[in-house]
Every structure is written in structure tokens, then in C-alpha cells.
């Protein structure tokens, strides 16, 4: 599932005529890049939600056969936040763990990881799989603790994790693998945000995840498009040299 259905204030006045994952970057708009990663790592049956302006996404985008993939889409009146969103798109995603990746960032993850981490999920019964990334200026106090391969709740005293290399506190990317059970007691179609699922999980240890080292970009600002662009459009004339 791609998540497309955030309003994008902080982007405005580029998100008053164009959603937000359609803003172009290095040529092609940001939702573009995902599906070509996702389809590129055997992931082609792909949900996206969207509200603001969603028709212009739909349009955009097809059924996705141009792109090798399939695409349906769950629409919504108004944003429903991160879990609502996702459990209201619950019909569309079927009853096995399925890869969710925000439509607002940028990443050179390879999405062929979160298939093994799938197998992990299952056979640890866990509930999520979180990509975590380092802590971007923008966010420097990070969201989540990773002790190996874990998700570990804060500790008590937050000087502790200094002590320790073995446990570093990183940003949630925006990319997971998750059980649908994580969003059952969400009634379709309402409001609900991700973390404090989050949270209340991996207080139970029913969370993993990995520290991606890559590039990662959350395109939160039109400074961050600029700089994004201005980075891809280098990239792809120096493949290309």
C-alpha cells in the first residue's frame, strides 16, 4: 500500500492544485518512483489511498499496467490519518501482512528486503516491521529504539542508549510491513493515527526492524522537492555519462 492521502500543508502553494505525490522530482512524480521500486522487487499488486485531489492520482496512474503493476484504490472523503487509512483499505489488502510506503518520501531501499522480513514477521508473530533510517536535521531526536534486529521500547533513563552502540535511536522511515491485526479494532472510515499502535506493540515486543543507510529524503517542504530534484537530476546524467 501506498500512502497518498495527506493534504501536504507545509508543501502549499505547490498541494493546492497538484497532490502531493504527484509533485515531480528528477523528472517523475515521487508516487512514480515507488511503484517502478516496488514492481522492480516482485511487489505489483499495489493499493493507494488518497482524498485530496485523488482524482488527479487515479488519472495519473491507471490501472498500472503501464507501470507492470496492478493498482486499486481506496478513496476517502477526508484524510484519515496513517492507520485509518490503512484499515479502511483493509477489504483491498487481503488477510496475509502486506508493505506499506509513504507516497511523501523519497528512498533507495530495496523493497525486495521487506519479502524477507515478511517470513520473520510470521514466524515471530509480530504484528510490524519498521525500516528505520538516521535522524534527519529536520528530526533529530529520532522515534524509535532498534536493538538489533527489534524494535525496543524508550528506556527509562534516555542516557542509557548512549552507553550502548548496540542500540540506536532512529526515525521511522515511513516504510513497514505490518499484520492486519494491528488495525482491527479500527472501524472503517475512521480517523486514526499509526503510532500509538506502534507504541502499544512494541511495549509487547510484537515489533522488528532494520536501520536502512541509504538515501532517504522525507519531501516535507518545497526546499526538500528542490533539493531532491537537483540531487536525482544529477544522478541520472552521471548514469547516463
Not at 501482512?97 to 523519497?106: C, E, L, Q, T
Not at 533510517?133 to 542516557?159: K, S, Y
Request: aromatic share 6%; with cysteine; proline share 7%.
Amino acid at each position: 500500500m501506498i500512502l497518498a492521502a495527506g493534504r501536504g500543508e507545509r508543501m502549499r502553494p505547490l498541494t493546492d492544485r497538484i497532490p502531493k505525490p504527484l509533485l515531480i522530482a528528477g523528472g517523475k512524480p515521487l508516487i512514480v518512483w515507488h511503484i517502478e521500486n516496488l514492481v522492480r522487487a516482485g511487489i505489483r499488486e499495489i493499493v493507494i489511498n488518497h482524498a485530496h485531489l485523488g482524482g488527479q492520482i487515479e488519472e495519473r496512474l491507471g490501472d498500472g499496467r503501464r507501470f507492470g503493476a496492478e493498482i486499486r484504490y481506496s478513496a476517502e472523503e477526508s484524510a484519515l490519518e496513517t492507520a485509518g487509512g490503512i484499515a479502511n483499505a483493509l477489504p483491498l489488502l487481503g488477510d496475509s501482512p502486506f508493505a506499506v510506503v509513504n507516497g511523501d518520501i523519497y528512498c533507495d531501499y530495496d523493497f525486495s528486503r521487506l519479502l524477507e522480513a515478511e517470513e520473520d514477521l510470521t514466524a515471530r508473530d509480530d504484528v510490524a516491521h519498521l525500516v528505520l533510517v538516521n535522524n534527519p536535521a529536520h528530526h533529530p531526536e529520532g522515534d524509535f529504539l532498534l536493538q538489533g534486529n527489534r524494535i525496543a521500547p524508550p528506556p527509562l533513563n534516555p542516557q542509557s542508549s548512549i552507553l550502548n552502540h548496540e542500540v540506536l535511536f532512529l526515525t521511522f522511515s515511513g516504510i513497514g510491513i505490518y499484520s492486519p491485526a494491528l488495525f482491527c479494532g479500527i472501524q472503517r472510515g475512521c480517523r486514526a493515527p499509526l503510532a500509538p499502535l506502534l507504541r502499544e506493540q512494541i511495549a509487547l515486543g510484537r515489533a522488528g526492524g532494520e536501520h536502512h543507510k541509504g538515501v532517504w529524503v522525507d519531501v516535507g517542504t518545497p526546499e526538500r522537492l528542490a533539493s531532491l530534484d537537483a540531487y536525482l537530476t544529477t544522478s541520472q546524467q552521471a548514469d547516463h555519462d
